[in-house]
């Protein structure tokens, strides 16, 4: 490609929309551009990066067995109703107004059921993964952050059909092994984290992260063992309290006027925060239960609904409070309770003496608590949300809290959308069976996103090899130099009749300076620069766009210099 053939020229200004780095450097080395909030056109020079990712993912699943789809985005409302995800997706998923009974697919485990119910008859079919790459919708609330959330987005969405547990497994397996070597492959510092798979229904889910400050996920860290984890699930080790001062300790009533946070209550007392138990009351399936937590631990709601088995609760009201408690929110602790309830208390407390919590009677405290002493404890769980520093829970490194892009998904899903639908097979021994499936997505704008967010100077882009719209830029300086334009289109011809990509500055008004900051901008891997001076020694010079290296090479050494280049990569 010529620039001065239809090339999309740079945009030197930032864009005011562009809230991270990834965006604004695909707005100004032209890569895309936004046609309303969360949609983007992909022009060319993107596209090229866009389908470089894409082949990558293909080749990947190809190579693990998938078979490739294309399913189409519309899709009939019924089967959505059918796995009760109108609902789920809420205002997340597309209806078509002048065509009520079509939704636009935000996903498409329904249509692989709905296929895999027509095609697949027996075991002896099984297993299959099915996969595409295609355009998906989905009503985000906030576009902001570029191409990484979009409305509409291009995912590969895979699916495997198993008829066993155990074969979902190997499916399973081979997608994680593919996830491994396509982002290995695209130049992604990535990690993976284990995390509830909730409203999937399924049994185990694991996300594929990049670390980023244009990410929307918190993940804890540790850069000693590899642990990492959202911050929704990840675990610390237990940093058990206890301020006992004897063995048998009986609850003491003190007169704490006005006290009403955990903070208060300890400069009052002049005790540590972690001395105090904090009080929660929660309504769980109509019933009140009191969480305790350590000092100033909050309760980490997701933790809360995996301890309970159940998301349905929610915080007990002030009059609830004082119905249950007899008291108001500063005031309640774990005995005198006016509703017998289950007690659920956080790991920390397991065990502790000498504690200090609410009387459950306005303006007064207990003292000398001792958990699964004088205060009885149902369930100990692990309740609260890590907080950075803490140790980590294989190796006790301190955790680190960093923000994280979500680059892919893999799911074990079981026979949700497989019962749902009806895709059923027939087993060795006859018995007619719920398909086994799993599925795996992978956000291919997430992918060029992301490698742009770790890789990037203040100058522009850092393309490698794999996803770089070309591999050589050729910048011919001084277009003006019969010298300089003779050999440039010879290089660029070269380049061509050997297969390699390549792209060629040969804007005739246009400085060197400005060539080579668009070509620093647009950040393909090798730059050649055609200048006079050095052409007319038989030289050009190589540049390296990653590392600043200039080589000044006979020209025609170029091309096998090219070819042989792996400092790119
Ligand atoms: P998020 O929590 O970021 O909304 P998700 O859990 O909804 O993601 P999945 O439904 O698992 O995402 O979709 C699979 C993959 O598709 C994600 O891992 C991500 O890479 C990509 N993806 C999801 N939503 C978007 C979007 N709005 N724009 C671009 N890519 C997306
Ligand atoms: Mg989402």
Known sequence: MRFTESFIPTQREIPVEAEN?????????????????????WLPLGYRAHRNAQQIIRE??????????????????????????????GDTLFHIKNRPGLVLAPTHEEVIAFIARAHVRSYKELPQ??????????????????V??????????????DASPEGLDASYAKQEQAYRNIYTRCGLNFFIVGAASGAMGGSKSQEFMVESVAGEDNVAVCDNCGYAANVEAAQSQTQRVNFATSANESPEEIFTPNIKTIDQLAQYLKVPAEQCAKSRVYVVEGAPVLVLMCGNDEVNEMKLQSALGTGTFRAATDEELAKFTGADAGSIGPLHLKTTMRVIADRRLEGAGGMISGANKNDFHLMRLVFGGNVKVDAYADLRSVAAGEPCVNCGSPLRIARAI???????????????????????????????MGS????????????IEQNNDEKGIIWNRALAPFLVEILALNMSSELVRTTAMKLYDDFHANDIEVLLDDRPDVSAGVKFNDADLLGMPLQIICGEKNLKNGNVELKIRRTGERIVLPIDNVLTHVQKSTTAA
Do not use: C
């Open 21 to 41: 780095i990834s965006h604004q450097l695909m707005l100004r080395a032209g890569m895309v551009q936004q046609i309303a909030a969360g949609v983007y056109a």
């Open 60 to 89: 990947e699943m190809n190579d693990v067995g998938a078979q490739e789809f294309h399913l189409p985005a519309l899709s009939p409302a019924e089967i959505w109703e059918a796995t009760g995800r109108v609902a789920a997706f």
């Open 129 to 146: 993964t099915w996969y595409q790459i295609q355009t998906k919708f989905r009503n985000e609330p906030r576009p902001k952050s570029g």
């Open 148 to 161: 990484l959330r979009g409305r509409q987005f291009t995912m590969k969405d895979a699916y495997s059909l």
């Open 406 to 436: 979500e680059i892919g998904h893999i799911f074990k899903l079981g026979t949700k959308y497989s019962d749902a639908l009806g895709a059923r097979f027939l087993d060795a021994d006859g018995a007619e069976k719920p398909i086994i």
């Open 440 to 451: 795996y997505g992978i956000g291919v704008e997430r992918i060029l996103a992301s490698y």
